[in-house]
Every structure is written in structure tokens, then in C-alpha cells.
């Protein structure tokens, strides 16, 4: 009988674990790169004793003018594992439940398929806790201004 509940402790664990690349893989290239952007900085403060990987999308933007430009915009949610930073193979990290949520939003230009260095991207990550209503509204006022002095057109109602 022990032994039973063991294997399934072990085998909803493997679950959860799949399921936290699941989400990640599942999103388009030019997502992942400003996930990937984001959780890299987020990796640099000294703060930070786990690794965290994507959770899930909030909001998603992709204004294509022409010319192979993009102007993307993408809000989502980056979630605390049991790995410590740092960790390379992510594939066996499950998310810890007894952290805040990190709320992300970035904005950045590509061209082909590649994130332009100009203008530079922007990142925005806070703990949910501390989310404001007034940064919700900073976020998306940076993007539609980056967007403008470039000659695209403004984010649509992204709340």
C-alpha cells in the first residue's frame, strides 16, 4: 500500500515537472525570446535563490507594420521551482506553490524573426503582490511610446 502511494506521489510529481515546460514550449518563437529575456534578468539579482521558469501568458501583442517588422508585447506570469538558480536542465524542476508569482511584461522590436537592439527592449518584472494598477498603465504607455517614435501603430486595449 505504501508502496502504491509512493509511485503516485512520484508519478504526479513527473506530471507537474512536464507541465512546467509545457506552457513554455507551447509558445511561438518570438514569445520565447522575451521570456527568455526576462527570466535572465531576473536570474541576475542577487536576490534570487531559485530558478523560475513561465507559467502562463496574460496578454500578447504582435504589431506587424510591414518590412518583416514586429513590435511585440507580452505580459505574462514567471513562477518559483524547487531548482535553485542557475539550474541548466530545467526539465525535472517542479513550481514551488509558497512563492509570489512574478507578473512580466516586455516589449521589443524584431526584424526577421530577430529582437533588435533599437529600440532597446523593455522589461518589466514585479512580484504580484506589488503590481499596480498605475504600473499596468507605465507598462503599456513605455510600449505604445517605443512604438510610436518608430512610426507603428499604438497596442491595442492590452488590460
Same mark, same amino acid.
Given at each position: 500500500?505504501?508502496?502504491?502511494?509512493?509511485?503516485? %506521489? =512520484?508519478? &504526479?510529481? /513527473?506530471?507537474?515537472?512536464?507541465?512546467? #515546460?509545457?506552457?513554455?514550449?507551447?509558445?511561438?518563437?518570438?514569445? @520565447?525570446?522575451?521570456?527568455? %529575456? =526576462?527570466? &535572465?534578468? /531576473?536570474?541576475?539579482?542577487?536576490?534570487? #535563490?531559485?530558478?523560475?521558469?513561465?507559467?502562463?501568458?496574460?496578454? @500578447?501583442?504582435?504589431?506587424?507594420?510591414?518590412?518583416?517588422?514586429?513590435?511585440?508585447?507580452?505580459?505574462?506570469?514567471?513562477?518559483?521551482?524547487?531548482?535553485?538558480?542557475?539550474?541548466?536542465?530545467?526539465?525535472?524542476?517542479?513550481?514551488?506553490?509558497?512563492?509570489?508569482?512574478?507578473?512580466?511584461?516586455?516589449?521589443?522590436?524584431?526584424?526577421?524573426?530577430?529582437?533588435?537592439?533599437?529600440?532597446?527592449?523593455?522589461?518589466?518584472?514585479?512580484?504580484?503582490?506589488?503590481?499596480?494598477?498605475?504600473?499596468?498603465?507605465?507598462?503599456?504607455?513605455?510600449?505604445?511610446?517605443?512604438?510610436?517614435?518608430?512610426?507603428?501603430?499604438?497596442?491595442?486595449?492590452?488590460?
Amino acid at each position: 500500500m505504501a508502496a502504491a502511494l509512493l509511485w503516485l %506521489l =512520484a508519478a &504526479g510529481t /513527473l506530471l507537474v515537472s512536464a507541465r512546467a #515546460n509545457e506552457a513554455y514550449d507551447l509558445l511561438h518563437e518570438t514569445y @520565447k525570446k522575451g521570456v527568455d %529575456l =526576462a527570466v &535572465g534578468q /531576473l536570474n541576475s539579482h542577487v536576490g534570487i #535563490n531559485h530558478h523560475f521558469l513561465f507559467f502562463k501568458s496574460l496578454s @500578447k501583442s504582435d504589431i506587424q507594420p510591414g518590412f518583416d517588422v514586429a513590435y511585440i508585447y507580452h505580459n505574462f506570469v514567471l513562477k518559483a521551482t524547487k531548482c535553485s538558480k542557475g539550474t541548466v536542465d530545467t526539465s525535472n524542476c517542479p513550481f514551488r506553490n509558497n512563492r509570489p508569482l512574478i507578473d512580466c511584461a516586455v516589449c521589443y522590436k524584431t526584424y526577421n524573426g530577430v529582437m533588435e537592439a533599437a529600440p532597446k527592449p523593455y522589461i518589466h518584472c514585479i512580484h504580484r503582490p506589488a503590481l499596480t494598477e498605475v504600473m499596468k498603465t507605465a507598462r503599456i504607455n513605455h510600449c505604445n511610446d517605443m512604438r510610436y517614435h518608430s512610426g507603428a501603430p499604438t497596442l491595442p486595449n492590452c488590460h
